[in-house]
């Protein structure tokens, strides 16, 4: 795997011995085993004797986590292979004055010690030190190797937390399309007397004089120009629809029938309520044995309602796995950027987790499972990147 810089250093405590890259400075901490910097990156290193399990030990992460900081968004947990003890990889993001911080913790038990190690860098550097942070988990080996037994059952994890409301005045089709007239000319008086220019009135977008205020006028800076949204479009199990739409920091959430909600939205905080409506959070990520179906079958299926199909005898008995995805509720996202003919197009299984619809090809279409982890990296990518 290709990264940024060559790790050249290795670094030991008691418990782990990991390398990372030879610019990255080790910090005296009286709290940790270990803390390195470098790259917007800060890795702590912590242990403690215990005899639990890691399934317990992890129940008890999870738990703690999202209560350290309010706001705190559980992005993925993992079984972690390499460390030569039983291991997790737990993901999450936080809130920070300074900005949204994406966190990976790494935690594994040999037995008679628990470790803990903590990476933690900007949001806004996430996709940019991905593989480097990578290189350096890879490289982390426990110095009381202890057998990793396979697992029957993996504990159990959170649900996703409840998406995050978007604050701001509900407006009717014709009134969200008049607040856009507006961007970058003068305010029409006759806009005054129409239905819904009286409605941006009674919203408090526009003054009774016609006048804009500065929040209104920060709004409609991203709509001066001819910008695309990203946009995430989602059909629902119930057969219900939502999308929401983001040019810049200005975001409209809603549909022509349904109305929208118009709101200014800072970017990490885009990205919070975008992943939010995916239904991003923990959830075990095992491959289908079927890579892919027939673009027939799974079209119907993404379409969902009364014509959705049944999979087929064959794929049922070879796949359980794939069975159990296909008959839990579907909520299929189209996730569309500016420049991208395709969207991504993501389902989310009730109680089974994630899956990526990819290619078609001579009548098939890739099909494979995904971790809410690499769904939330294709959200900051597409507001982030």
Known sequence: ??????????????????????????????RADLRLTGDDVELTVRSRPSDRAIGDENTGLLARLPGAVEGLLLVG?????????????????????????????????????????????PLRRLLDTDDLVLAVLESVRATEPTPVRPERDLEPLPTAAPAPVLDGPRLSRDAVGTLRSLAGRRWN?????????R???????????????????????????????????????DGGGTRL???????????????AVVATVPPDR???????????????TFPFRTGSLPEHLLGRRLTGGADAPDLPADLVEADPRLARFWAAPWTVSFLRRPGKPNPVTVVHADGQGFARVGRSEAGETVFGTDSPANVYRSVVRALLG
């Open 77 to 121: 947990c993992d079984p972690w292979t390499s460390v030569g003890a039983p291991a997790r990889l737990v993901e999450y993001v936080r809130p920070d004055d300074a900005g949204d911080v994406a966190g990976t913790h790494l935690l594994f038990v040999t037995g008679r010690h628990r470790v803990d190690l903590t990476i933690e860098r």
């Open 245 to 259: 739409q983001a040019w810049s920091q200005t975001v409209v959430d809603g549909t022509d029938e349904t109305g």
């Open 199 to 237: 409605e941006l009135i009674e919203a408090g977008l526009v003054g009774r004089l016609g006048t804009l205020p500065d929040a209104t006028q920060s709004l409609l800076a991203p709509w001066a120009g001819d910008v695309e949204p990203v946009t995430l479009e989602q059909h629902r199990p």
């Open 270 to 284: 885009l990205v919070a309520l975008m992943a939010g409506r995916l239904g991003i959070g923990p959830a075990w």
């Open 189 to 197: 008086p006759t806009l005054l007397r129409s239905a819904a220019g």
């Open 1 to 30: 795997m290709a990264v940024p810089v060559a790790l050249g250093t290795e670094d030991r405590t008691a418990r782990l011995t990991l390398r990372r890259p030879d610019h990255w400075r080790r910090e005296d901490s009286p």
